[in-house]
């Protein structure tokens, strides 16, 4: 597509339920990434794909944070058992290739809006 | 690892006045610095970005200074217009990770 998609935009859960959230790249973007915001912070980094595999996931927070991307294009960002802390935007980017390739933009989605009661 | 703090966190200014936001990093392997704009109930947009072998980079009303010995970074906007209005994040990337760390944001307002 013309721009990375991020569904849903809003997303109200209860504390405990599980959550899934979905990016959909820039086409022919190798590099995906997610990040999460709180309100007046910047980004946090979670979780980088080259393709397929998660090059580098030492964002994630803990181990009920999960992410897959398992044909090297949409992304799907998985949270167990959800605290009310998990409340944020979770921005998605994509890049054509990695970061640390060179010259790349990130370009970013809109954010799916994540509120745990 | 690598921290990045930016200032200041709102900045107003009349309308067709500069604009300058300040970033410094720790890691002085860090190489690539890009800032961002973000508008309510968007994700960041990059404006701007510099690599470490250049000191400064113009873009029309855009430019950003790089000092890699005192290891800061500024976004300068000359003319500001009513449609600069929104939040400004500097980042720094380096090779010993593939994560672009952020500063905390700057609200820019321009008053008409």
């Known amino acids: 597509g013309a721009g990375v998609s991020q569904t849903p935009s809003n997303k109200v859960t209860e504390k405990g339920k599980y959550v899934e959230l979905r990016c959909d790249p820039i086409?022919?973007?190798?590099?995906l990434y997610w990040y999460r915001q709180s309100l007046g912070q910047g980004p946090e980094f979670l979780i980088y794909?080259?393709?397929?595999?998660?090059?580098?996931d030492s964002g994630l927070p803990n181990d009920r944070f999960f992410a897959v991307r398992p044909e090297g294009s949409v992304s799907t960002l998985k949270i167990q058992r959800t605290e009310r802390g998990d409340s944020a935007v979770y921005l998605c980017?994509?890049?054509?290739?990695?970061?640390?390739?060179?010259?790349?933009?990130?370009?970013f989605g809109a954010g799916s809006r994540l509120t745990v009661l | 690892g690598e921290n990045v703090e930016q200032h200041p966190s709102t900045l107003s200014v009349q309308e067709g006045d500069s604009a300058v936001i300040k970033c410094t990093y720790s890691d002085s392997a860090s190489n690539y610095f890009p800032w961002y704009k973000q508008e309510l109930g968007k994700g960041p947009q990059l404006i701007i970005d510099i690599r470490s072998n250049v000191g400064e980079k113009k873009d029309q009303r855009i430019a950003v200074t790089l000092n890699k010995t005192a290891k800061h970074f500024s976004l300068h906007i000359t003319e500001t217009q009513p449609e600069d209005s929104a939040v400004y994040f500097c980042a720094a990337f380096g090779d010993s990770n593939y994560q672009l760390i952020w500063g905390a944001g700057t609200k820019l307002i321009i008053k008409p």
């Open positions: 086409s022919g973007h190798t590099a």
């Open positions: 794909f080259q393709g397929t595999g998660a090059a580098d």
């Open positions: 980017a994509s890049s054509l290739t990695g970061l640390a390739a060179g010259a790349n933009v990130l370009t």
